[in-house]
């Protein structure tokens, strides 16, 4: 039996047509995948907008001993005891017995009736919210899904010990010291504090600057809780920490940082500092690698540039975590490129991007007097200090939050800077030259990767 093409068509065209008639006929629901929006009525659009409740709160989980703190169903009554759970149609049941006695409060309406009612209304709003993120109408690109989130659990008391204070005393007098003796201790005309990015909390008496690729993420978001807003929002919004905290922190001028610096009651300032080559694989990872949209036509421009290095990686050729692939076939700039193209920047006097300039531009640490240079390798007993001596344990919920999809960079950053030759990695040295000296990194073990791999190209992976 010979089959010809326009055969195939008619058979195909056939049996579309019986599935839509069938379809119709038997009133199926058509498949979720391609029919979100008809799965929303105008009762889901408050859910769906975060909408706020008249104390202008978003609905947050509630956590219960023995219950997801997901679950959308468990909600708690004004005297704090569980209430009775929402039905399938986002309605709580209704309390019919006929024996309890008819409660009036001073507005003279029945109490029960006021209860269901306030129930109700918090039911059909969370029941609706977590049916919509179940659809992924939610759920897609909030800032829970971009990170890795770690609960932290704080001591319920904690000891100050005197290691602890002399290591922070001696980081301090070492700072001091190493800018005297550069001469970057007195501020003039072309040389003053970085003002535009310290957070100031006059309410909680904290200053910090915040350095991005050293922890940043994780005190943005107790900043963000010290401003007000509530764990639910922090972990569930689709803006970046940083534009919400600039919602409520307004970038100081160097006048006011001064008169902060200065001001009787000064309160404590900190920064938290990273070794700055882990510090620049993690950006490199974060921004570059990842296949980030808004670093996408750099990469492109540096793979382009810096052709005789390596080939550019095309994202294909890279094993991608499970959300992080970038859609379509594009080419990302190794790392050997990407250090010879900051190596080239500098030389020339640009600018760079805040995620990889030197922390001792970045924060000016040489001009402002620090309480604290707490350390990403020892963050937990360095955090703990700052939260404790400023009186925020009972206020924040700290988490750790990592942007790190693929392994901590601790563990990988050998793995690039291996592919760096000894001339880059010299380059690399005197850039962050003043950050080494300031903060006492150490750079021999990756001096002497650099010396085994200058025998050999540079591989031409992005890892």
């Not at 309406?109 to 969370?126: A, F, G, K, M, Y």
């Not at 793979?303 to 550019?312: E, W």
């Not at 805040?354 to 020892?378: G, I, Y």
């Amino acid at each position: 039996m010979r089959v010809t093409f326009k055969s195939l068509v008619l058979l195909a065209a056939t049996a579309s047509f019986c599935m839509v008639i069938f379809n119709i006929s038997t009133h199926r629901p058509t498949q979720q995948l391609h029919s979100r929006t008809a799965h929303i009525t105008f009762r889901d659009l408050p859910a769906y907008r975060h909408s706020l409740d008249t104390e202008g709160v978003l609905p947050q989980p509630i956590d219960i001993p023995g219950v997801l703190s997901t679950s959308p169903r468990v909600l708690l009554n004004a005297s704090g005891v569980v209430a009775a759970p929402c039905g399938y149609d986002c309605h709580p049941p209704r309390n019919k017995s006929a024996e309890t006695p008819t409660r009036f409060n001073n507005a003279g309406v029945p109490q029960q009736q006021q209860q269901n009612s306030d129930t109700e209304q918090l039911c059909n709003r969370t029941c609706r919210l977590n049916r919509l993120s179940k659809k992924g109408l939610i759920r897609h690109n909030m800032y829970i899904s971009r990170v890795q989130v770690e609960n932290v659990t704080l001591p319920g008391s904690w000891t100050v010990t005197s290691e602890l204070v002399g290591r922070l005393s001696q980081r301090k007098r070492h700072v001091e010291e190493t800018c005297r003796r550069y001469g970057l201790d007195k501020a003039n005309r072309t040389y003053q504090p970085n003002a535009w990015e310290f957070l100031i909390n006059e309410e909680h008496n904290l200053t910090w600057c915040n350095v991005f690729k050293a922890a940043s993420s994780t005190w943005f978001y107790n900043f963000n809780l010290l401003a007000g807003f509530s764990e639910f929002e922090l972990l569930h919004t689709k803006e970046s920490p940083v534009t919400l905290a600039r919602k409520r922190y307004k970038r100081p001028s160097v006048e006011e940082l001064n008169r902060i610096m200065n001001s009787t009651q000064r309160p404590l300032f900190f920064m938290i500092v990273r070794h700055p080559f882990e510090r620049l694989v993690s950006g490199y990872r974060d921004k570059i690698l990842s296949g980030n949209r808004y670093y996408s036509k750099l990469s492109r421009a540096v793979a382009k540039a810096y052709q005789n290095l390596a080939p550019g990686v095309k994202d294909r050729e890279w094993k991608w975590p499970k959300a992080g692939r970038p859609s379509g076939s594009k080419v990302i700039a190794t790392f050997p490129q990407f250090v010879q193209f900051l190596l080239d920047e500098t030389s020339k006097g640009n600018k760079l991007d805040e995620h990889w300039t030197p922390m001792s531009t970045f924060c000016t640490p040489c001009l402002v007097p620090f309480d604290v240079f707490a350390k990403v390798e020892t963050l937990q007993e360095d955090g703990n200090y700052i939260i404790f001596s400023s009186g925020i344990k009972d206020i924040i919920k700290p988490k750790m939050i990592n942007r790190a999809r693929d392994g901590p960079t601790k563990e990988v950053a050998s793995k690039f800077l291996c592919q760096l030759t000894k001339e880059q990695m010299d380059g690399l040295i005197e850039m962050y030259k003043l950050d080494l000296e300031l903060f006492q990194y150490d750079v021999s073990k990756y001096q002497k990767c650099v010396r085994e791999s200058d025998k050999t190209n540079p591989s031409s992976q992005g890892a």
